[in-house]
């Protein structure tokens, strides 16, 4: 699939402010700092089309863009840090929840995890919720580039084996660098098949 146009659309503080739906959407969850609106940046090949920051809480509101004329790619906040405390704050804002449990026209949650990282309990946490919650979702595997081959592989088999103990079929799994672009064809492939279905 190729990205013609890409439109910022509008960052909203809430669900009811988040424009009409009336296009699919895609989705980018995960802890703060996972790297959910550089992978953004990546797909679209703008690299100052979502705000990044190398300290955690950046993204602060939901944040529409829209590609082609045709659908959204949406930057979520991040979970699992909390400025004003020390300790890791584990619940999940609301604001992710509401927009997640209501939003009608999401076709796809990509729950982003920092490859670097063993399971955490979070991030387990988080998945569960959503696929008990019916969230269509795929795992997203990033920094890749910061891990060999071998590691990653370790890593992704550590995921597979947690989370077999609690899923029956496992979600898809995706690995990306939004240094080198890794992973940018499996997930554009991954949209537009979507697309095709929500349009058939
Ligand atoms: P919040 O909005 O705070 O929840 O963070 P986020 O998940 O949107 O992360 P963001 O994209 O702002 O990236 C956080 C930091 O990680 C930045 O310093 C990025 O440059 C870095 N980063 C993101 N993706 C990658 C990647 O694939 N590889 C490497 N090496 N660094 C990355
Ligand atoms: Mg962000």
Known sequence: ???IRVEFIKSSPDLKSCPKPSFP?????????VGKSSLI?????????????????KTQTINHFLVNGA???VDLPGYGY????????KEFPALIRDYLLNRRTLACLFVLIDCRH???????DFITWAGESQVPLALCFTKADKLS??????????YRKKLGETWEALPEFLVTSSV???????????IDRSNTLMNS
Do not use: C
Request: glycine share 6%; net charge positive.
């Open 180 to 190: 080198n672009q890794q992973g940018r064809k499996e997930l554009l492939d991954i």
């Open 82 to 89: 909390a400025r004003t405390s020390k300790t890791v704050k």
């Open 1 to 3: 699939m190729e990205i």
């Open 41 to 57: 940046n990546m797909l679209t090949g703008h690299k100052k089309l979502a705000k990044t920051s190398s300290s955690p809480g």
């Open 118 to 124: 063993k399971p955490l309990e979070n991030d387990r």
């Open 71 to 73: 659908w959204y790619l």
């Open 149 to 158: 081959a071998v590691q990653l592989n370790h890593r992704l088999d550590l």
């Open 25 to 33: 959407e895609y989705a980018f969850a995960g802890r703060s700092n």
